[in-house]
């Protein structure tokens, strides 16, 4: 792999810094470790890792793909490290939940290649519907966990994973947070690989294949395996202590590197002796003589009392009576991210510094600006169309993803959200109980994530519900990740017009549905038609709403975009029916004026439609 690459992130000379995105410096530690496989479901904040081995995978000889659902993107990228190569797998927290079937087994089997799996948390749930702490498959499925505070820590923990996978043929996780992976940091490069592993499978069932009287000698083989991953940490780098104070402070993730910059701007290196955790399980000698070094302890670390635990145990074991602060003490919140100012309060309370002096500044109350879709988004009009046929009293199940968006005013178009692919589920129980017609909004890939199984649950108790499948040709709030329904194009930034890919009307009627309607969200009467009958129908039926995402269109269409739409002040009487319906961010009111912004409308035209003075045209090239 030489350095005449196109792409920066295969650049670059051993001991050269570099600038790097948290995310693409897990990938360059990935290439430095010489992987060879990568799969992944996208999701924020996780997304940049599979999009760049998507444009990388060529030159860098990796074998990739984008999965169908991260149960399926662990499952392929294990079964790739068996054969010897060191795979690699990406997806969000809350797609290592799903996951948990196959990833519960995997260390029982354990691997041959170096195998990481990459789980980016989102503490604060700021693009997720919860927060989860990964921390945990350290203690329950015996998985090491690496937790990066910076980039350069994401680069070195990752090339460092893959090699310690092989050694205690464990698979690893690999845990960066929101800020760890959409910070950018100057991290140390190392070499590129000038061989990688064989690849090969040898046949070995006894070792392979769990069945409950090989599974019983795994588990006791396992114990051993792990105490050797906690060694093997042991004499890693990724467990530095600073300073040499009687107080103690550990820390983990990002709020270690909120921690070390406190104590740096307090010049607090002489009191106060930092201990950073960057991996699980936490080596008892790490925290043994951490212990016995310090008076007391303050443990910094979002999320769960995770660490802290370890620390009270440990000191417990050993015999010393300290206090050890920290979340069961009051001193910080269980839930939600931490900030620096944060972190510095309670770093002051505990070494004695007076609390810094705050300014009080008055600022007035801002509007609420909740998340809206996006100017000519087609599910905008798909929902509006459907909202005029099944009305306001139906209950709207809905689904993650960009049709989540449909929440609220006014649009009505999401009365209960879950996980992926729970709409249809939920759209069954509470049309079994209720005896009415309930609507199910999802998304293209989140009917091939995990629609499917659903939709079969409810073809089999015949529910009265109508599955609306919003496709929009694209993967569109991970990062515009190709879709099943649209044939990729040979590079992720190459321009060029979708093609027809996966036929959902086959699947659904490969599953027993009679009643499937093809619509363009766009052709009211066509769409409102369908609805008609999908509404009237009886047992499930389904309607397939196919339109592009109006960003990634543009995208891949510059140059042939639609003329966009203006607003006759003369024949508008301020009604407000079309922000009232359809919550366009196109269309501005201004001291009670209306207009359109001709840059954000992308001409769809269903705002005209909706107008009932004729108020709304189209610009002609004379009034552009």
């Known amino acids: 792999m030489g350095t005449a690459s196109k792409h920066a992130i295969l650049q670059g000379s051993p001991g050269e810094r570099m600038s790097l995105l948290g995310n693409l410096a897990i990938v360059r ?5 010489g992987i060879q496989f990568f799969s992944c479901y996208p999701g924020t904040p996780s997304s940049e890792v599979g999009d760049t081995f998507a444009r990388i995978a060529g ?62 948390g989102d503490p604060s749930a700021i693009t997720s519907p919860n927060e989860q702490d990964q921390r945990h498959f350290a ?47 100057m991290v140390e490069l190392g070499p590129l690989p000038d061989q990688r592993n064989e690849i090969r499978f040898t046949k070995d069932p006894s070792r392979y294949v769990p069945i409950p009287v090989n599974a019983r000698r795994m588990r006791v083989e396992m114990r051993d395996r792990f105490k050797k991953a906690e060694d093997l940490l042991a004499a890693s780098a990724f467990f530095p202590r600073t300073g040499g104070g009687r107080l103690g402070i550990i820390a983990s993730g990002v709020a270690y590197a ?82 620096p100012d944060l972190v510095e309060d309670v770093v002051r309370e505990f070494v004695g510094r007076e609390r810094r002096k705050r300014t009080s500044v008055s600022v007035p109350d801002l509007p609420p600006r909740p998340p809206v879709l996006c100017p000519g988004c087609p599910h905008r009009a798909t929902f509006y169309v459907a909202g005029k046929v099944f009305g306001k009293k139906t209950v ?45 909004y999802l998304g293209d890939s989140t009917f091939f994530h995990s629609g499917l199984p659903a939709l079969t649950n409810a073809v089999q108790a015949n529910d009265n519900i109508t599955v609306v499948i919003l496709d929009n040709y694209i993967t569109a709030m991970t990062g515009f990740q190709p879709s099943l329904t649209t044939v990729p194009p040979a590079s992720m930034e190459a321009q060029s017009t979708p093609s027809a890919g996966f036929s959902i009307e086959a699947a659904v009627r490969g599953l027993g549905v009679t009643e499937v309607y093809s619509i363009d969200p766009y052709d009211e009467d066509e769409a409102v038609e369908a609805f008609k009958k999908a509404k009237d129908g009886t047992g499930v039926s389904v309607v397939v709403s196919h339109s592009p995402c109006a960003v990634h269109d543009r995208r891949i269409r510059k140059g042939q975009a639609q003329a966009p739409f203006t607003i006759d002040q003369e024949r508008c009487n301020a009604c407000s029916l079309c922000v009232r319906q359809l919550g ?41």
């Open 29 to 33: 530690g990935a290439i430095e470790a």
């Open 59 to 120: 030159e860098a000889d990796v074998v990739f793909e984008y999965s169908v659902n991260e149960k399926i993107t662990v499952e392929i990228a294990f079964a790739a490290s068996l054969t010897g190569a060191r795979a690699m797998c990406g997806m969000k927290h809350l797609g290592l939940a799903y996951a948990c079937d196959p990833a519960s087994t995997m260390p029982y089997v354990g691997v041959e290649g170096g195998l990481v799996i990459v789980s980016a």
């Open 139 to 185: 203690r329950f499925l015996y998985f090491p966990v690496f937790d990066p505070s910076t980039p350069d820590d994401a680069l070195q923990m990752t090339r460092f994973a893959f090699e310690f996978s092989e050694k205690t043929r464990l698979p690893v996780i690999l845990r960066p947070t929101t800020r760890v992976c959409h910070s950018s940091g």
């Open 258 to 339: 909120y921690t070390s910059q406190v104590i740096e701007e307090l010049g607090l290196a002489s009191d106060v002796t930092l201990q950073q955790v960057g991996a699980y399980p936490i080596p008892e000698s790490v925290l043994d003589d951490f212990t016995k070094t310090v008076d007391s302890v303050l443990v910094v670390e979002q999320l769960t009392p995770f660490v802290e635990e370890c620390v009270s145990l440990s000191a417990f074991r050993n015999g010393r009576s300290m206090p050890v602060l920290g979340k069961h003490s009051g001193h910080f919140p269980s839930e939600f991210e931490y900030t």
């Open 396 to 440: 709207y199940c809905n689904d993650i993803g960009c049709y989540t968006l449909g929440y609220g005013e006014p649009l009505h178009a999401c009365d209960v959200l879950l996980c992926m692919g729970s709409s249809i589920s939920q759209a069954s129980g509470i049309a079994r109980m209720t005896g009415r017609r309930t609507v199910a």
């Open 584 to 624: 366009c961010p196109a269309i501005l009111v201004t001291d009670g004026t209306y207009t359109i912004d001709a840059d954000l409308c992308t001409g769809c035209g269903l705002c005209a439609r909706v107008c009932q003075h004729d108020a709304i045209q189209r610009l002609t090239p004379e009034r552009v």
